[in-house]
């Protein structure tokens, strides 16, 4: 071997994982769990070759990631390249003059290649990022911005021919067209997780308490991962687990977990934790993994936390987790309240006609006022008037006494199918949640807000247990995670879960994201009754 360590050789540990589908049915109905007990982790790298990792590491086995990937760096680049001509010609049309477009060309394209290199430089296109939270559009805002912003120290370094307009038209037009892009590859991507493909196979190990937990808050979000087996020291015995309505395949002990991994090409062991999980298993395992392309996951015990409010410091070499604690008062919020006022005026100004159109469609439908006035508590344990398009007979809350035996509800709420009292009108506007938009009036006072936990009744305050109160934190929104994973067809304790979820990790580009989502549940709704 030569001596600088760029040799090509590779040792057996080194060898790539063979590559397997990454749909689950593969590994889920038949696994030889027996036979995979007994498989040895790959051999430990000799102490003299340590040198040799950052040269040879391979690269993930996700051939759908670096497809995806490819294709977010063509569109992105088109994107740039529509922006850099759209703000071109639109900042010459502003500025009102004549300037030779052949001049700022050149600067133009510049700017372009410069806006393109920041998004790669910033990881814009992390896979970890790949259809999950919001942290992926807020790198591309952020990228976006600092490009901007060095395109605009170098044009004034250079004294470039440029209108002093087209920096700003193209981080309005761009930004807009990039996120709109990424939404779109994102909606793509969540589908092909839906049916199964571009997932990522993974080994959870832990004891089996700390497994079956980890594996059921997986299920529970966007789909990333598909479990293709377990390892349990106390298992080993067995050949499966069951957790919910799944039976999981026990592929090893928690030792010989990376020559599991390995045998099966499985992309990721997520470490669940438990009394066989020391910190020296979690870096011996790290280091029998170098070299290949399964990666590390370490699944904390900290639940219902954001990305964002999780921060990493370490002391003596202990990684020690810093989690900030909400606060409900400061600029965030003042931002907030800034674009709950911007986004309901701009709304009940376009809306009007509609406005107008239901409120003399329910007026001619049914005896009563077009508008249904209510009490309802709101932040604090304030109470407010809010408003909404009737959508019941006037006798609504007269004639609920008799329909409380046929609650259908698992809560304090009343929810009843085909509840006798709604009229016809009433119901398309149920169904399209148009009885909600009188609601803008109660935003733009302030109220409410856009994005928020649902507004209680005062009834329903009264039989909240002690977390429960969380929710009168915030303003109730016109729109909230309620509103977007089901309404009605939601559990209480699940509405419950999303709604202090909300308030403790909230964000405005979060809001903005429920907003977009809403627009999608109006058009296609679901759980509206």
């Not at 922006?83 to 600067?107: D, K, M």
Request: charged share 20%.
């Amino acid at each position: 071997m030569a001596s600088d360590g760029r040799s090509t050789r590779r040792f057996p540990h080194q060898r790539r994982p063979r590559r397997r589908s990454a749909r689950p049915s593969a590994v889920d109905t038949m696994v030889d769990a027996r036979q995979l007990a007994s498989v040895s982790p790959p051999p430990r790298r000799p102490r003299g070759h340590l040198h040799l990792v950052a040269g040879h590491s391979a690269p993930p086995n996700r051939p759908w990631a670096s497809t995806y990937r490819m294709r977010l760096i063509v569109c992105d680049a088109l994107a740039i390249a529509l922006t850099v001509v759209a703000a071109l010609q639109a900042a010459l049309l502003i500025a009102g003059h004549a300037t030779a477009l052949w001049s700022i060309a050149v600067p133009a394209a510049v700017a372009g290649i410069v806006w393109i290199s920041a998004l790669a430089v910033l990881h814009t296109r992390d896979e970890r990022l790949f259809a999950v939270g919001a942290e992926e559009y807020k790198r591309l805002m952020g990228a976006s911005t600092i490009a901007i912003g060095v395109i605009a120290v170098a044009f004034l370094s250079i004294d470039a021919e440029v209108p002093s307009a087209y920096l700003l038209v193209a981080w309005s037009l761009g930004v807009p067209f990039l996120l709109l892009e990424r939404w779109g590859w994102r909606r793509w991507l969540s589908h092909e997780r839906q049916a199964g493909r571009a997932l990522s196979c993974a080994i959870v190990v832990g004891d089996a308490d700390e497994v079956a937990q980890v594996i059921t808050r997986m299920s529970r979000g966007p789909a990333v991962y598909t479990v293709v087996g377990v390892a349990v020291d106390s298992l080993t015995s067995k050949t499966s687990l069951p957790i919910g309505e799944r039976t999981f395949p026990v592929l090893s002990s928690s030792s010989a977990v990376a020559g599991a991994a390995e045998r099966l090409g499985a992309q990721t062991i997520v470490v669940a934790g438990g009394t066989s999980v020391s910190p020296s298993f979690v870096k011996h395992l790290a280091w029998t993994l170098e070299g290949t392309s399964i990666d590390l996951v370490l699944a904390t015990r900290l639940t219902e936390v954001a990305g964002p409010r999780i921060h990493f410091q370490a002391i003596d070499d202990l990684p020690l987790m810093h989690v900030d604690i909400p606060r409900f008062e400061g600029g965030k919020h003042l931002a907030k309240r800034g674009l709950d006022i911007f986004g309901a005026g701009c709304a009940l100004i376009v809306l009007a006609p509609l406005l107008l159109g239901i409120a003399i469609a329910v007026r001619l439908d049914s005896p009563g006022g077009a508008i249904f006035r209510q009490e309802r508590v709101g932040r604090g344990g304030r109470t407010f008037t809010v408003l909404k398009f009737r959508s019941m007979c006037a006798t609504a809350e007269q004639d609920l006494a008799a329909l409380r035996d046929r609650d259908q509800g698992s809560g304090v709420l009343f929810k009843l199918h085909d509840d006798p009292r709604v009229t016809r009108v009433g119901r398309v506007l149920r169904k399209y949640s148009l009885d909600e938009l009188p609601q803008f009036w109660n935003v733009l006072v302030g109220n409410m807000s856009l994005v928020g936990p649902r507004p209680p009744l005062a009834s329903e305050v009264e039989g909240y247990e002690a977390h429960v109160r969380r929710r009168l934190y915030l303003k109730p929104g016109l729109t909230g995670p309620w509103q977007v994973s089901g309404r009605s067809d939601l559990t209480w304790e699940e509405s419950v879960r999303l709604d202090l979820h909300y308030i403790e990790n909230w964000s405005l580009i979060g809001d903005l994201m429920l907003l977009w989502r809403t627009l999608h549940v109006v058009v296609h709704p679901v759980g509206a009754y």
